[in-house]
T-cell receptor, first 111, second 114 residues
Framework: GQQLNQSPQSMFIQEGEDVSMNCTSS?????WLWYKQDPGEGPVLLIA?????ELTSNGRLTAQFGITRKDSFLNISASIPSDVGIYFC???????????FGAGTRLFVKA | EAQVTQNPRYLITVTGKKLTVTCSQN?????MSWYRQDPGLGLRQIYY???????DKGDVPEGYKVSRKEKRNFPLILESPSPNQTSLYFC?????????????FGPGTRLLVL
C-alpha cells in the first residue's frame, strides 16, 4: 500500500530554535495534512494543504505542499516548551476518504 | 461542545472474546473513520464510512468489522480479538471526506488483548 516516509523520527532542540521536518511519498496525494498529538490525546490538525506548491502558515508553523505532490515539510519557528509532542504528516487520495499517516516525528524542547 | 467520544477508554480482554468499541460524534458529520496507532508506525486507517450504511476498508481492515446504522455512531467490532490487535485506537469524523473541514479525533481507546 501507499507509505509516507517521515523524518526525522525524533528531535531534541533548545527552546527558541527553529525546527524542520518532512514527509515524502512514492505516490501522489491531493491533500497534505500536518497534525500534532499530545500525550494521551488524539491528533489535532495544524495545517492543511490542498494545492501543489502551496505554502501555508499558522502562527509559528509553516508548511508547504511539494510541487511534485509527493512531499511536504513543516517548519516551527522559535520553538517553545509546549511544542513538545508527536507531529504527523498525512496524505489524502483523490476521493478524499483514504488517509495515510507518516510514522511521526517526536519533538522534545529543552527550556 | 463539538466532540467525538469513544468508549471504553481502556480495555483488557482475552483472545477470542468479542468486543465492541463505540464511537459517537455530535456534529452531524457524514464521514467517520477508525485508526489504530502503533509505535513507529503512526496511524493506520482500519475502516471508514462516507455516510449511513456506506463503509469501506482502509489499509488494515483484517480482523475488524464496522457498521454505520446511524449518522452519529460508528462502532468498531473485533469478533475474535488476537494479541496483535493490542493497540491504541482512534475514531475520527469530519463533515465531508475531502477534509476541507477539520477532522476531529476522539480521545483514543487503549486495548490490550492477552
Amino acid at each position: 500500500g501507499q507509505q509516507l516516509n517521515q523524518s526525522p523520527q525524533s528531535m531534541f532542540i533548545q527552546e527558541g530554535e527553529d525546527v524542520s521536518m518532512n514527509c515524502t511519498s512514492s505516490s501522489i496525494f491531493n491533500t497534505w495534512l500536518w497534525y500534532k498529538q499530545d500525550p494521551g490525546e488524539g491528533p489535532v490538525l495544524l495545517i492543511a494543504l490542498y494545492k501543489a506548491g502551496e505554502l501555508t502558515s499558522n502562527g509559528r508553523l509553516t508548511a508547504q505542499f511539494g510541487i511534485t505532490r509527493k512531499d511536504s515539510f513543516l517548519n516551527i519557528s522559535a520553538s517553545i516548551p509546549s511544542d513538545v509532542g508527536i507531529y504527523f504528516c498525512a496524505g489524502q487520495d483523490t476521493g478524499g476518504f483514504k488517509t495515510i499517516f507518516g510514522a511521526g516525528t517526536r519533538l522534545f524542547v529543552k527550556a | 461542545e463539538a466532540q467525538v467520544t469513544q468508549n471504553p477508554r481502556y480495555l483488557i480482554t482475552v483472545t477470542g472474546k468479542k468486543l465492541t468499541v463505540t464511537c459517537s460524534q455530535n456534529m452531524n458529520h457524514e464521514y467517520m473513520s477508525w485508526y489504530r496507532q502503533d509505535p513507529g508506525l503512526g496511524l493506520r486507517q482500519i475502516y471508514y464510512s462516507m455516510n449511513v450504511e456506506v463503509t469501506d476498508k482502509g489499509d488494515v481492515p483484517e480482523g475488524y468489522k464496522v457498521s454505520r446504522k446511524e449518522k452519529r455512531n460508528f462502532p468498531l467490532i473485533l469478533e475474535s480479538p488476537s494479541p496483535n490487535q493490542t493497540s491504541l485506537y482512534f475514531c475520527a469524523s469530519n463533515l465531508r471526506g475531502s477534509l476541507q473541514e477539520t477532522q476531529y479525533f476522539g480521545p483514543g481507546t487503549r486495548l490490550l488483548v492477552l
